[in-house]
C-alpha cells in the first residue's frame, strides 16, 4: 500500500550514495578540513539549470548540521516520552526523521487528544544553513524542529509543549503554535499556512528587501485548492516564496499513491518552475534551498521544492502506524535512508570528524535535553491573568470572552510584538 515510488527513489538514493566518491583536503591533524560530496541528481520542472550536485562541506558546517539534527531528534523523542507520560496534553506530531507532536496546551489540558510526528531532521537543518538572517519560514503543524533552528533553545519548545511560563509562547501555544522573530509557526488547518506564506513573501516584497519565504506544507496539503490560489497569485506578482513539499510518503495513514493523481509534486506548481530533492541529504536540502532562494530573491518570481523524507512514527502519539505500512517499510527506510546515519556515516569516511567527537556532541547533545526537560517538567505555569493577554498587537476591545460571555476577561499588552508589519 505505501507509496512504491518513494520506495524505488528511496533504493535509488542508497545507491547512488554509497557509489559516490567524496574529494577531500586534509589539515595537519589527520582531520579534514573540507570535503566534496555529489547529491542524487535534483529533478528539474520548468528550469534549465538546477542546483549544483557537486557540494563542498566545510569541517564546522559538519559539525553544526549533525549537532542540529541530533539535537531535533532527542527533543522529540523527549517530546514523545513526555507525552506518554501525560505531562504533555493535547496535540503532539513529532519531526524526527520526521516526527511532530500538535497539541493545544492551556485550554486542554483535561482531554487527552493524541498525535504525533515523524524523521525530517535534514529538511529544516539543511534549509536553515542557507537562510538569511531576514528570510521567513512558515510551516504546518510538525513545528518543533523549525521553532528550534529559527531561534528558541530546547527549554523553549519543551516547556511550551508542556503549557510552563518558560515556553516560548509562555505555555499558552503547544505543539502547532509557536512562534519567534521570522517564523510564522506552527499551523494545525492543513493547507493554512500557504496562502498566508505567500502573504509574508508580499509583505517582504512590499517593504523593499529582497527577503524570501519558505513556505513547507506535506504532501497531504499539496492537494488542497488553496495552495493553487496562492501559486497562481504568486506567479502573477512574481512573490518571493518558495512553495516547499515535504513528501514524506503519508497523510495521515493514506499514502501519496491512493491520494494524489500526480505524486510529481515538483510539478504541480505547473507554470512555477519546480525542484525535487532527496530530502534525507541535508546537502543536497541546503544546495536546492540556495538555489531556489537565490531564484526568488532576484525577482523571478516563487518556485517549488519538493523534498522527500519519511516518517517512522504515525501521524501522531494515536497513530502506531502500523496498519497501513508494513514494519519492513519502516525497518528499511530506518536501514537504508535515515538522515542523521547516512551523514554520520560521511563525515567519518571523509574524516570530516572523528567517532570521539560524534560521540561528545551526542552525550552533550543528551545532556541539553535532559536539563530541558528537568525544566518543563518543573517551571511554572502562568497565572490566569495573563491566559488572556497578547492575543492581539492593537487591541480594539479589552474585554475577552470568558467561560461565558458574561464572564469575561481582560485584554493587555505583557510582550512586544514579534512580526507585527
Ligand atoms: C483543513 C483540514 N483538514 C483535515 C485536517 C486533519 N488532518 C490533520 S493532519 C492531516 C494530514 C496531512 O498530511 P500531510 O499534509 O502529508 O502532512 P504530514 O502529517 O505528513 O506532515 C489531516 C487530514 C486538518 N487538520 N485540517
Ligand atoms: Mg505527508
Redesign the pocket.
Known sequence: MFSVTLRSLGRQVHQQNKSLAPLFTYSKNGLNTEASFDTKPFKLHKLEEGPSTSVTLSRQDALKYYKDMQMIRRMETAAGNLYKEKIIRGFC?LYSG?V?FHFFHFLSTKYSIK?I?LS?EACCVGMRASMRSYDAVIT???AHGWTYMMGVDPVGVLAELTGRNTGCQRGKGGSMHMYIKNFYGGN?????QQPLGAGVALALKYQGTDGVCLTL??????N?GQLYEAMNIAQLWKLPVIFIC???????G?S?DR?SASTNYYTRGDYVPGIWVDGMDVLAVREATRFAIDHCATGKGPMVMEVVTY?YSG??MSDPGTSYRSRDEIQEVRQTRDPITGFRERLLTTSLATAEELKDIDQEVRQVIEDAVKRAKADKEIGLEELTADISCNPIDTRVRGVTAFDTLTHRRLGPAVNNH
Open positions: 506530531h520526521q511532530c498525535f510526528l525530517q504546518a503543524y510538525r494545525g488547518i492543513v493547507g493554512a506544507y506535506g504532501d497531504g496539503a499539496a488542497q515535504e513528501n514524506n510518503g503519508y497523510g495521515m493514506t501519496v491520494a516518517r501521524h501522531s
